[in-house]
Nanobody
Framework: QVQLVESGGGLVQAGGSLRLSCAASGRTLAPYTMGWFRQAPGKEREFVAALSWSGGKTYYADSVKGRFSISRDNAKNTVYLQMNSLEPEDTAVYYC????????????????????WGQGTQVTVSS
C-alpha cells in the first residue's frame, strides 16, 4: 500500500520560506501525478501545486504562482514544495497526494482524483 508522509511545516513570519517534504513508500513516484493541497479551518481542501507524471511539467494555483515551487527527487522517492514569500493567507494544513492512475495528468487540481494522501503538516504564517 502506498504511504505518504509530509514534514517540514512550522511557524514562520510573513515573507519567510519553508520547504515541505513528502516521503513516499509502497511504490515509486513515477509515473504518477503528484500534488499538494491545503485546507484552512472552516475551508474546503484546495489545490496548491502538481507535478506531471513524467516530472517535466508543473501546475500551480493562481494564489501561489511565482512563490511556490514543486519538485521531486526520484532517488529519494520524495516530493517537495518550496514555499517563498509566505503570507498569512497561506496558513493551512498541507497535504501531499498521489494519483492512482499512471501516466495521466488530467484533473490534476481535483482532490477527488487522487487516491493516496499523507496525514498533513501544519503551516502557520504570522504577520
Amino acid at each position: 500500500q502506498v504511504q505518504l508522509v509530509e514534514s517540514g511545516g512550522g511557524l514562520v513570519q510573513a515573507g519567510g520560506s519553508l520547504r515541505l517534504s513528502c516521503a513516499a513508500s509502497g511504490r515509486t513516484l513515477a509515473p504518477y501525478t503528484m500534488g499538494w493541497f491545503r485546507q484552512a479551518p472552516g475551508k474546503e481542501r484546495e489545490f496548491v501545486a502538481a507535478l506531471s507524471w513524467s516530472g517535466g511539467k508543473t501546475y500551480y494555483a493562481d494564489s501561489v504562482k511565482g512563490r511556490f515551487s514543486i519538485s521531486r527527487d526520484n532517488a529519494k522517492n520524495t516530493v517537495y514544495l518550496q514555499m517563498n514569500s509566505l503570507e498569512p493567507e497561506d496558513t493551512a494544513v498541507y497535504y501531499c497526494a498521489q494519483k492512482g492512475q499512471p501516466a495521466y495528468d488530467g484533473s490534476y487540481n481535483s482532490p477527488e482524483k487522487y487516491d493516496y494522501w499523507g496525514q498533513g503538516t501544519q503551516v502557520t504564517v504570522s504577520s
